[in-house]
């Protein structure tokens, strides 16, 4: 056995080497065998001729048997892929127009749903710069259905020591905290960090860009504790991440040493910027009822299964509500949820779900144009092909010699694609750079999207190859010598050609709707205006830390009053508020039942809702438009008021007066609010293209402004109108009279004007619109060259007909009409299936997120602005595809063609 | 079903093949016409099918392969069987007797025979 092996190895090596030497002796061979039968019929009596004849039929197929035979010598397959491979190579070289231009498409396919499969893969599988594992479990006890609630860091202990089932508990207590370099506070930031277990990094298993993570011992108190600390801290502070490890900084007042710093886009699990280990045990002994909340995390140990730690934390749990009712009572049982999926909210769902359906849509486009492209370069080969069959190739190889042609391009394709991977994921990391999305500033190519453009190239070669190998299959010799034309117009598959054309100008209009409108909100913000100075306005989100306020007062107002005294001293500046909208315009979303109004579709309606100080609206320079503005006189004790914008006026009681009428903000609970006043748009309008588009903007742009005596207030924003608010000195002193009156006050974020803030958004739109842009453009090339290709083959078929045509007196004009008429009605249908598949997403969009009736003639309305000007786009390009083979078919000698025949 | 067939047409003719060059080494063309000979054009198959065989059997050993002369002085690849095609000889005998027997006594069991 082990004898046979090693002999046939070895005649496998031998026949590598000895190749072409075995092929001659084969031939020879064959030859004599055909002699020697010729010469036996000869001498039975027939002629040469005959005898030659009978001798072959006797013989049987010599290229089958020649096939046969090559087998047997060993590696013949993989020898025969390697020829096949460096024959499409050669094809690839012969044929270089045809072969660029699906190399380009290939490439611009696979490079693009690469991005988007990246993207969609990045979405899936991290957060803040980590990825998880699956059996990392969230563990929290479980109130009603689909919500979950920290567990307190006694339980915590408690199931770490307890649970069997699962290991790797990580408690995870977010807080915020003042960062600032010894003797420098007046520099310092207000960060995001994370009191952690200090196998907390495990999780991720993301290492540090300089020094180290915890270790078990830097748990235990220390004078000076340990942290790690981001990219952002590391850009902020020092020169270098090096620099960073071994600094003495302050947290708050706590003296702390950096150990490690961390790459860049690391802020797991929610933005944080600094790590600090605990082991909790500053609580032992503390009462179990003032124990505070943590996040925890658990990995299911090896061996054991979901259902089975899940009755493990169950019994543990009503254990824990018999021993402490007090504490316990309302928690018997633990919610266990994968940690990953904490990070996957339903919106990154939708896009997760889009960006895969968009990398499939790109490449079936791709797949198309390279279709149409080897069909092209197929026809062009029907004579070999045909030839090859007719010396008794089989069908099998011929098929499997056009599909390797189809490989050879897709490989190379791929190659470049990648390229093109590499370069567009980088520019989107460039783009998100410079905004706190943690996770999602490092797009780069991973081991699953390189996996990703194999299986995409092997698909689409393949894919692109099948049918015209087929064809290409069936095509025989005898047709071919019959009539040249016809004989390569055998490879054309005319309504499969024309589905195709069909289909990549729909998918292609698809792609470029959804390009277009990533554009639509860079137009809109290059033209937004404000109804106020957005530079005089001064903008600052704080934490406001009451129950450390060193003044009399403990409550919000009389912080608020303290420090308006102190904002108005600052020269220059005129008037201040305070709201808890988000850039002093954005409200908190919430549902609101409006007195008398009961039925369901009411009851669901939203609005922003605001809590303001009486003067906010002197820090817009506004004043109501009828009715009354806050107070100070309107209290915790006086009756609930609150004013509305003109869009809630207008569209819970339209034709009537706002004023006097109440609403609720938490339908069947809390007391009636009574409007007192209506004060102007403070938001930029929004520009509109249907009344249906309107009437949704409408419902979502209501604003409900309530006096923050009468409602919480945490973390508000600060309003000061100045005049030239960007100066420095204001930020200055802003920030030395929230040190002075409130120290314990932590600045979230920066100290920005509503003009600086809008320019950040302005930035991120654009890069979004820049990212549309290169996406549109991609798709329009693939487009041009796929129809380019496909008009470009067809016409070459026709140019003995066009000869003939031209020779009898057809004109330019019916020469080019003729050429392109039969793709008119593709290219028409795909425009038309692309509109009609955009209107019904559209549809959708109203069915899915609209509380109102769209009309048919309002949905029109509010998708032509975008169909018309990409469909535009789409015949311009179809057109100037069509162009090129026009022309020539227009110049085609009818003497030549003929000649040529 | 075909593949079964394939590989006991191809047994058979190795067998066959091996059973001529037993008594002498010769080169295709005579094999061919040899076998059809002996078999009384009984095992009549396309010639050229020889190759393949031929070929296989060089691979495995069990023959030789030397350019030549024929009796007519022709140039011509003349095969020998090697000592190991020899004993295999009777290995594929003995296993080709057990089947045709098998077969024979099914069907006389059927009383087709």
Request: glycine fraction near 8%.
């Amino acid at each position: 056995m082990g004898r046979s092996l090693a002999r046939r190895l070895a005649a496998y090596f031998q026949s590598l080497f000895r190749r072409p030497t075995k092929q001659s002796d084969l031939d020879e061979e064959i030859q004599l065998h055909i002699d020697e039968l010729t010469e036996e019929y000869i001498a039975d009596g027939l002629s040469p001729a005959d005898a030659r004849k009978a001798a072959l039929k006797r013989f049987g197929s010599v290229e089958w048997i020649k096939d046969d035979t090559r087998e047997s010598w060993g590696m013949q397959r993989f020898l025969d892929t390697l020829r096949d491979f460096k024959f499409g190579l050669r094809l690839t070289v012969k044929h270089s127009t045809s072969s660029v231009l699906a190399v380009v498409v290939l490439a611009l396919g696979i490079g693009i749903s690469t991005i988007l499969f990246t993207t969609a893969s990045k979405l899936r599988d991290t957060s803040g710069g980590g990825d998880l594992d699956d059996r990392q479990f969230l563990v929290e006890w479980e109130v009603g259905k689909t919500r979950g609630e920290p567990i307190s860091i006694h339980d915590f202990l408690h199931l770490r020591n307890e649970v069997d089932s699962i290991e790797n508990f990580i408690g995870i207590q977010g807080a915020k905290t003042f960062f600032h370099l010894p003797s420098q506070k007046e520099d310092g930031k207000v960060y995001r960090m994370a009191r952690t277990s200090p196998n907390f990094f495990d999780l991720t298993q993301e290492q540090p860009e300089y020094g180290r993570l915890f270790n078990a011992q830097d748990a235990d108190d220390a004078d000076v504790r340990p942290i790690v600390v981001s990219y952002s801290v590391v850009s902020q502070f020092f020169d270098s991440a090096k620099d960073a490890v071994g600094t003495e900084v302050v947290l708050g007042d706590q003296p702390c040493v950096i150990i490690g710093a961390m790459p860049k886009g690391f802020a797991f699990p929610e933005f944080q910027n600094i790590w600090m280990p605990t082991d909790w045990s500053e609580f032992d002994g503390a009462l179990r009822s003032e124990s505070p909340r943590v996040r925890v995390t658990g990995r299911l140990k090896p061996g054991f299964i979901q259902p089975q730690a899940q009755a493990e934390l169950d019994t543990i749990a009503a254990n824990l509500a018999t021993e402490y009712p007090d504490t316990n009572e309302n928690y018997t049982r633990i919610r266990l949820s994968r940690y990953k999926d904490q990070f996957i909210d339903d919106d990154a769902g939708v896009i997760i779900g889009l960006a895969l359906f968009g990398s499939a849509l790109v490449l079936a486009v791709a797949c198309a144009n390279v279709f149409q492209i080897v069909i092209a370069r197929t026809a062009v080969r029907s004579h070999e092909l045909a030839v090859r069959r007719s010396l008794g190739a089989r069908r099998g190889n011929v098929i499997w010699q056009v599909i390797v042609d189809g490989l050879t391009l897709s490989s190379a394709g791929a190659l470049v694609g990648l390229g093109i991977a590499a370069v567009g994921l980088d520019f989107l990391s460039d783009q998100l750079v410079l905004f706190e999305m943690p996770g999602l500033h490092t797009f780069q190519l991973t081991p699953s999207a390189i996996a990703f453009v194999l299986i995409a190239a092997t698909l689409s070669g393949v894919v692109s190859s099948i049918i015209p190998a087929w064809r290409a299959s069936k095509i025989q010799a005898f047709d071919i010598l019959k009539d040249d034309t016809k004989s390569s117009g055998s490879i054309y598959i005319g309504w499969i050609a024309k589905t195709l054309v069909v289909s990549q100008v729909m998918f292609s209009t698809l792609l470029l709707f959804f390009s277009m409108s990533l554009l639509f909100p860079s137009f809109y913000v290059d033209s937004v205006k404000l109804p106020f100075d957005k530079d005089s306005l001064l903008t600052v989100r704080v934490g406001l830390g009451l129950g450390e306020y060193s003044g009399e007062n403990t409550d919000v107002e009389g912080l608020y009053t303290d420090l308006k005294n102190a904002f108005m001293e600052i020269p220059g500046v005129q008037a201040t508020g305070l709201t808890t909208a988000q850039w002093g315009l954005i409200g908190e979303n919430k549902r609101l039942e409006v007195e008398g109004r009961t039925d369901d579709a009411d009851a669901r309606l939203s609005t922003q809702l605001v809590v303001a100080s009486p003067d906010y609206l002197d820090a817009f320079g506004a004043r109501p438009i009828s009715g009354r503005a806050l107070t100070p006189f309107d209290t915790k004790d006086s009756l609930k008021v609150c004013m509305v914008n003109p869009a809630f006026a207008n569209f819970h009681f339209p034709g009537e007066e706002a004023i006097g009428k109440r609403i609720r903000i938490k339908p069947g609970h809390d007391e009636w609010i009574t409007i007192v006043g209506v004060v102007p748009e403070m938001s930029p309008e929004i520009p509109t293209t249907s009344q249906a588009e309107a009437r949704m903007l409408e419902e979502v742009t209501t604003v409900v402004i309530l006096p923050f005596t009468q409602r919480k207030a945490e973390s508000p924003t600060l309003l000061i109108k100045a005049d030239n608010a960007s100066h420095s000195r204001y930020r200055t002193a802003v920030r030395e009279a929230l040190q002075k009156i409130a120290p314990k006050s932590q600045i979230q974020g920066s100290i920005l004007t509503m003009g600086e803030r809008l320019d950040i958004v302005s930035n991120f739109i654009q890069s979004v619109s820049r990212v549309g842009q290169y996406f549109g453009g991609a798709i329009l090339a693939m487009s041009i060259i796929g129809l380019y290709s496909i008009i470009a083959f067809t016409t070459s078929q026709r140019r003995k007909e066009i000869g003939i045509r031209m020779a009898v007196g057809s004109n330019a004009w019916g020469i080019a009409k003729s050429v392109l008429k039969p793709w008119f009605a593709a290219i028409a249908a795909g425009l038309s299936l692309a509109a009609i598949a955009y209107y019904a997403l559209s549809s959708l969009q109203y069915l899915l997120f609209s509380t109102t009736d769209v009309s048919v003639q309002e949905n029109l309305q509010s998708v032509l602005p975008l169909v018309i000007p990409v469909i535009g786009i789409v015949i311009v390009a179809s057109l100037f595809s069509m162009a090129l083979p026009a022309w020539r078919a227009i110049k085609i000698q009818p003497m030549e063609v003929i000649r040529m025949e | 079903m075909p593949n079964q067939k394939k590989d006991l047409l191809q047994g058979t003719l190795d067998l066959l093949v091996l059973s001529v060059l037993s008594t002498g080494p010769n080169h295709g063309y005579r094999i061919a016409r040899r076998i059809e000979l002996v078999s009384q054009d009984a095992l009549k198959v396309n010639q050229g099918s020889l190759y393949p065989a031929l070929h296989r059997l060089v691979t495995k050993g069990w023959i030789t392969a030397e350019w030549g002369l024929t009796e007519t002085k022709r140039k011509a690849r003349i095969y020998t069987l090697t000592e190991t095609g020899r004993a295999q000889i009777k290995e594929e005998a003995s296993s080709w007797v057990q089947f045709s027997q098998g077969v024979t006594a099914v069907l006389q069991t059927a009383d087709l025979i």
